[in-house]
């Protein structure tokens, strides 16, 4: 009976101390107490209570324990395992080899100060320990090889920077000086140590050439009061841009124009950045006020409007399925030219539809670049054999032009000869599917238009003839609709003046036709008046021509 009172009176006060070093000691009594619970026969009611209360206490108070300790364990083997991690980064350091060992001492007294962990890692993360130390003196006994290299090294860069930062002071641009200033500070920063021999020398020149420098600066300053002012008409100017921007939003549900926009406002915050100081009074203040203020508003309706479209992102693989679909029929179309663009179409009809951002995502544009690929794979292959019919068709031109570049007025060619040569050049375009280059086709064009300028044809025949050409070379012409919109004007103006003059000179015959001598005055406007409607019916005839060969090739005006 004595043991159980001791037992109750060591609960009681293992109860009143519930702490983590007590757990085995709970443990303990615990089961001291349920073995005194069915031992005793002897005890009141109130006393078996009284004992099964503190046995329910034990037991809560102990699982609790166990809790804590599971979950300390736990703390512990992440603890560790953060440890383990920055052991592997020393291998990165770019420091001195003390400030990497200090650190690694460091990690070591924090590795032996960790509690224990699950003795099911236990052996584990030992393991896992003693490989990052041993991957650390690797590297460390190879880091302290090549440090002798780098201090030789870092000693060339140095110098190489002191001169660079010299010539400075021929500048006379503030904004590149602070520039390339603040990159060969910190250069000079980041790299690594030289000799002890020769630190002090360098650092001297150093610090000469970063004062002179800063000399020059003052010196600009001083010539440039107003700078400040102008930066803060900068950032106006800034603020101003990405009020635009944003407003000019509206309500587009278009992710591309949201990430243009952000791309935009992004570009817009570096330039404030790089623009300089522009003053302390509250005017330059509230200008960044306000230009944070905007950038805050468009990032909160970014991320709103992102969220709105989620929804869509369904629509998104549908539309790409679809285009994928689309690339696996065209890949094996062999009308290069057009299926070509129809991919180009294909790819820009994807990147113009939202991303989902998820893994079918990656996996449809696989999908979608295999067909891609296997089609540009399959126009390669053929792009030789296309390469070399394009160069002997245009030898064929060149042939064809060097032809006629002999024939002479004494060939005494008649019409029909010169239009063989058309034909042919004609049968070689449609027969190959080559058009030729820009200079053949000029070159050949002038020749039939030599050639047609040697034939007796009557000038409105001639006239027919030399204008049909014309409109046959207008076809090669690198922007053709263009060219035919600029004819037409061409034509319908000129038949416009001419009988606008026509009229006038009409008009004026009939102020001096009564006169009953002969008038110089009067044939000299006759003959002019005939030169008129001579140059119309040409016109005329020029018009007919041009309005058959529109109606035979509607294509070309539309």
């Known amino acids: 009976m004595n043991a159980l009172a001791e037992d109750i009176a060591k609960a009681r006060i293992l109860l009143s101390k519930a702490e983590p070093e007590n757990l085995i000691a709970l443990r303990n009594i615990e089961r001291q107490l349920k073995s005194s619970q069915h031992e005793a026969h002897d005890l009141s ?19 609790k324990l166990e809790s804590q300790a599971q979950h300390e364990a736990a703390q512990n083997l992440k603890r560790k395992h953060d440890l383990i991690a920055k052991i592997i980064d020393l291998v990165k350091l770019s420091d001195t080899i003390g ?7 460091e990690i070591q007294t924090q590795w032996k100060s960790i509690g224990p962990v699950p003795s099911a890692h236990q052996k584990d993360i030992q393991a896992e320990y003693q490989k990052a130390l041993d991957g650390f003196y690797y590297n460390l006994k190879i880091f302290k090889a090549l440090q002798s290299h780098d201090l030789k090294k870092n000693e060339t860069l140095k110098n190489e920077l002191i001169v660079k930062l010299e010539q400075l002071v021929n500048s006379d641009n503030i904004r590149e000086i602070e520039r390339l200033l603040r990159v060969y500070r910190n250069t000079w920063e980041e790299l690594g140590p030289v000799e002890q021999a020769h630190w002090e020398d360098l650092k001297a020149r150093y610090h000469n050439a970063h004062q002179q420098v800063q000399n ?11 700078e400040t002012e102008h930066n803060y008409n900068l950032k106006k100017a800034l603020l101003t841009q990405a009020e635009t921007l944003y407003s000019g939003l509206h309500d587009t549900s278009k992710l591309s124009q949201w990430n243009e926009v952000s791309q935009q406002l992004l570009n817009l915050q570096e330039a404030w950045k790089n623009i300089g100081y522009s003053g302390a009074l509250t005017e330059h203040e509230d200008i960044w006020k306000s230009f944070k203020s905007l950038l805050n508003t468009f990032y909160s309706a970014k991320k709103t409007k992102f969220k709105a479209l989620k929804s869509l992102h369904e629509e998104s693989r ?22 070509t663009q129809q991919f180009i179409e294909l790819q820009k009809q994807w990147k113009a539809i939202p991303g989902h951002g998820d893994r079918l995502e990656q996996k449809l ?3 979608f670049r295999k ?87 009557i000038a409105l025949d001639k006239t027919r003839v030399l204008y049909a050409l014309k409109l046959e070379k207008l076809e090669h012409h690198t922007n053709i609709q263009e060219a035919f919109r600029k004819e037409k004007s061409y034509l319908q103006k000129t038949i416009q003046d001419i009988e606008r003059q026509i009229h006038t000179y009409e008009n004026n015959l009939g102020f001096v036709k009564s006169s009953k001598t002969e008038n110089p005055l009067f044939t000299n406007i006759r003959n002019q008046l005939d030169n008129e409607k001579r140059k119309l019916e040409q016109m005329h005839l020029k018009w007919t021509i041009f309005k058959e060969f529109i109606k035979s090739k509607p294509a070309i005006l539309k």
Not at 216 to 226: G, N, R
Not at 319 to 329: H, T
Request: proline share 1%.
């Open 45 to 63: 009611t109130a006393e078996k209570d009284e004992i099964q209360h503190l046995i329910t206490a034990l037991s809560q108070q102990r699982k």
């Open 99 to 105: 400030t990497a060992m200090r650190m690694l001492t």
């Open 216 to 226: 020059q600066l003052k010196t600009l300053y001083a010539l440039k009061k107003d």
């Open 318 to 339: 549908t539309q790409k399925k679809a285009l994928i679909e689309r690339a696996e029929q065209l890949k094996n179309d062999t009308s290069w030219e057009r299926t």
């Open 365 to 367: 544009y696989k999908n």
């Open 371 to 457: 067909h891609c690929d296997a089609f540009f794979e399959f126009k390669k292959a053929n792009h030789q054999a296309a390469v070399q019919k394009a160069q002997a068709t245009q030898h064929a031109f060149e042939a064809l032009i060097e032809e006629l570049s002999k024939l002479t007025e004494a060939s005494n060619l008649n019409p029909s000869q010169i239009d063989t040569y058309r034909n042919q050049w004609k049968a070689l375009v449609s027969e190959t599917g080559v058009q030729p280059e820009k200079t053949l086709s000029q070159s050949f064009f002038q020749q039939l238009e030599r050639l047609y300028g040697y034939t007796t044809l």
